[in-house]
Structure formats: structure tokens, C-alpha cells
């Protein structure tokens, strides 16, 4: 439709919906489900319409729930199957990650990942889009629950890919299940409902980031710096050099113009957690690794009493100021 491609998936019954969808999204029964592709930088005031319009011209059900994505629909749509148990849960997605971002965090620099994403998939940006189906009719509480395991589980494909940011700034998501009675109440991840969901989002929204070669994005490291609350006086005053920030600056712009030294800062910013939690929990092995990779790269050793993160902040401002 309009030049770009459309996946839908007609049901042989209607089924229950529980979305964010574009088109009839919320609480709704449904016939039929479809993912649009649309251009990357869609910015149509009516996109309602819009897909309603291209439900209505694939002569799709009034009542269709559907997704819009700037992903690769002719590629990267798939279904896959979760089991676990002897249960089986089906999951729709597409997957592309221009805008990918951490929950809570700012997305400041859309036009940077964009024209990564660019260089890998063609001219085309991306959202991921899920639907699960229950083979089992769910309560409300049921839905809400099976919501949990499908953010969770695209998340977790994301975090497999070495992703910190959990998703992007237009995820849809769906939970559909079918009209009946005796139905269940709980779907979270300790169900076997939940389980074999995850499985299946896991599965889909990673073959779909496999087709589309996607990869994480190095944090700009003046960006990632301010984002950690780090400013220039404190910068240079972490230096030691006695230097003023106007003077320190360039000096820091030098030091992580060097591949090495900035991607120690993203790898210090990404395993920080972890690495200060363990040694809070008695196991401070891998800290102390990462404080041995601080010290090789910048010639400056952290003591054991600095968090991960601050450790190399320190040690890259000290590199800077000698």
C-alpha cells in the first residue's frame, strides 16, 4: 500500500485484544491483525485514518487492530512459536531500532542512530511491534499479566544483543487470546503461559533484529558524561591537573577521541551495575577486573572504594590531565 509493504494475519475466530494499537487500540474484539510499514520519518496528522484507510482497501474487518512500523515489513515480520510445558503461545512481531532508547532516559540524538540504522537496513528507521496469542480465553487481570512477559521478553532479546536501552519511543504491543468461559487469571512469567509468551517474543523480535543486522550504537561519551551527571568543573577537578574546565576540555575531547579510551567509558557505563552489585554482595571479582582494564588503558589504577562508573570517569580525567 502507498509503495510499502503490509503483513496481516487473519484468525479463524474472533479474538479478544488488549493494545496499543494505531487503529482500534484498547479493549476490543478483533477479526484480523496487520503491521504497516510506513516511511521513516511519518509524520501524517491523521495515522488513524490512514490505517484505517489501508484496512479498508485489503477489504480487512471493521474491527482489525493496526500496528504501524518504518521496520522492514517484507523482512523482517515473522511468527514464532513458544512452548513450554506442553503449552503453546504464538508471537507477530517486526523489529528495528533507530530509535531505541532506556526507559525514563531522553532520546537526544535520534538523527545519530538513525543514520546508523540507515547504513544497515537501507533508508528505513524501525519499531517493534508485538503480538502474542493465547491458546486459553484470559480475564482482564489475564491480559494486563500476559503484558509483563512481552515487554520483558523483547527487552531480554534486546539485552541478548548487547542492548542497554529496553525498547523504542513507538513500541506496540498486543495481547490476544479467544471468547470462551474458564478462563485464566494469571500469565506472568511463572506461568506456563507466561513462559512460553516470552519464549516466542524472544524468538520473533530476535529474528527480526538478525535479518536487519542491527547492533547497539556507542554513546556519544560528552553525552553519556552529562547524562551521568558529570560537569565540566567536576571533570576537570577529577583530573587533578589543577587545570580550569575551559582548559581541561579540549584536553578530555583529545583523550576520548581515542576509540580505546571512549569505548572504556561505554563499557564501564554498561557493566557499572552489575560489577559494583556483585562486589557489594561479597564478590568483587568482576570489578576488580574492570578496574584492571581501567588501569591498563589510562595508566591510572582506581581504588577499591570508587564505583565502577566514577572509577572510570576519574581515571580517563586523570589520563587527560598528565
Given at each position: 500500500?502507498?509503495?510499502?509493504?503490509?503483513?496481516y494475519?487473519r484468525f479463524?475466530?474472533?479474538?479478544?485484544?488488549?493494545?496499543?494499537?494505531?487503529?482500534?487500540?484498547?479493549?476490543?474484539?478483533?477479526?484480523?491483525?496487520?503491521?504497516?510499514?510506513v516511511?521513516?520519518?511519518?509524520?501524517?496528522?491523521?495515522?488513524?485514518?490512514?490505517?484505517?484507510?489501508?484496512?479498508?482497501?485489503?477489504?480487512?474487518?471493521?474491527?482489525t487492530?493496526?500496528?504501524?512500523?518504518?521496520?522492514?515489513?517484507?523482512?523482517?515480520?515473522?511468527?514464532?512459536?513458544?512452548?513450554?510445558?506442553?503449552t503453546?503461545v504464538?508471537?507477530?512481531?517486526?523489529?528495528?531500532?533507530?530509535?531505541?532508547?532506556?526507559?525514563?532516559?531522553?532520546?537526544?540524538?535520534?538523527?545519530?542512530?538513525?543514520?546508523?540504522?540507515?547504513?544497515?537496513?537501507?533508508?528505513?528507521?524501525?519499531?517493534?511491534?508485538?503480538?502474542?496469542?493465547?491458546?486459553?480465553?484470559?480475564?482482564?487481570?489475564?491480559?494486563?499479566?500476559?503484558?509483563?512477559?512481552?515487554?520483558?521478553a523483547?527487552?531480554?532479546?534486546?539485552?541478548?544483543?548487547?542492548?542497554?536501552?529496553?525498547?523504542?519511543?513507538?513500541?506496540?504491543?498486543?495481547?490476544?487470546?479467544?471468547?470462551?468461559?474458564?478462563?485464566?487469571?494469571?500469565?506472568?512469567?511463572?506461568?506456563?503461559?507466561?513462559?512460553?509468551?516470552?519464549?516466542?517474543?524472544?524468538?520473533?523480535?530476535?529474528?527480526?533484529?538478525?535479518?536487519?543486522n542491527?547492533?547497539?550504537?556507542?554513546?556519544?561519551?560528552?553525552?553519556?558524561?552529562?547524562?551521568?551527571?558529570?560537569?565540566?568543573?567536576e571533570?576537570?577537578?577529577?583530573s587533578?591537573?589543577?587545570?580550569?574546565?575551559?582548559?581541561?576540555?579540549?584536553?578530555?575531547?583529545?583523550?576520548?577521541s581515542?576509540?580505546?579510551?571512549?569505548?572504556?567509558?561505554d563499557?564501564?557505563?554498561?557493566?557499572?551495575?552489575?560489577?559494583?552489585?556483585?562486589?557489594?554482595?561479597?564478590?568483587?571479582?568482576?570489578?576488580?577486573?574492570?578496574?584492571?582494564?581501567i588501569?591498563?588503558?589510562?595508566?591510572?589504577?582506581?581504588d577499591?572504594?570508587?564505583?565502577?562508573?566514577?572509577?572510570?570517569?576519574?581515571?580517563?580525567?586523570?589520563?587527560?590531565?598528565?
Amino acid at each position: 500500500m502507498d509503495g510499502f509493504p503490509v503483513a496481516y494475519v487473519r484468525f479463524t475466530e474472533r479474538l479478544e485484544v488488549l493494545s496499543s494499537a494505531v487503529l482500534n487500540g484498547g479493549d476490543s474484539v478483533a477479526g484480523a491483525l496487520f503491521i504497516m510499514q510506513v516511511g521513516k520519518d511519518y509524520d501524517r496528522p491523521d495515522p488513524r485514518e490512514h490505517a484505517a484507510s489501508v484496512r479498508d482497501a485489503l477489504g480487512l474487518p471493521e474491527d482489525t487492530v493496526g500496528m504501524m512500523t518504518a521496520a522492514e515489513v517484507g523482512s523482517v515480520f515473522n511468527i514464532a512459536v513458544g512452548e513450554y510445558d506442553g503449552t503453546e503461545v504464538e508471537a507477530v512481531a517486526t523489529a528495528g531500532l533507530s530509535n531505541h532508547v532506556v526507559a525514563g532516559e531522553v532520546l537526544e540524538n535520534y538523527p545519530e542512530r538513525r543514520l546508523v540504522s540507515d547504513r544497515r537496513a537501507r533508508d528505513l528507521a524501525g519499531t517493534i511491534n508485538i503480538a502474542v496469542i493465547s491458546p486459553v480465553p484470559l480475564t482482564m487481570a489475564g491480559k494486563v499479566n500476559m503484558l509483563i512477559p512481552l515487554v520483558e521478553a523483547k527487552s531480554a532479546s534486546m539485552a541478548d544483543r548487547g542492548y542497554r536501552e529496553t525498547g523504542t519511543t513507538s513500541d506496540a504491543m498486543a495481547v490476544l487470546s479467544p471468547i470462551g468461559d474458564d478462563r485464566r487469571d494469571y500469565s506472568g512469567t511463572g506461568s506456563d503461559l507466561g513462559i512460553a509468551a516470552a519464549r516466542a517474543v524472544r524468538s520473533a523480535v530476535g529474528r527480526a533484529m538478525e535479518v536487519r543486522n542491527e547492533h547497539p550504537v556507542l554513546e556519544e561519551p560528552f553525552r553519556l558524561l552529562r547524562n551521568l551527571g558529570y560537569g565540566p568543573e567536576e571533570l576537570a577537578s577529577l583530573s587533578g591537573s589543577g587545570l580550569d574546565a575551559d582548559s581541561f576540555m579540549p584536553r578530555l575531547a583529545e583523550a576520548l577521541s581515542s576509540s580505546e579510551v571512549r569505548s572504556l567509558l561505554d563499557l564501564a557505563m554498561h557493566c557499572a551495575a552489575r560489577a559494583d552489585s556483585m562486589a557489594d554482595d561479597g564478590s568483587p571479582a568482576e570489578r576488580k577486573l574492570v578496574f584492571r582494564l581501567i588501569g591498563d588503558v589510562t595508566g591510572h589504577v582506581p581504588d577499591d572504594s570508587e564505583d565502577t562508573v566514577h572509577a572510570a570517569v576519574a581515571a580517563i580525567c586523570r589520563y587527560a590531565g598528565d
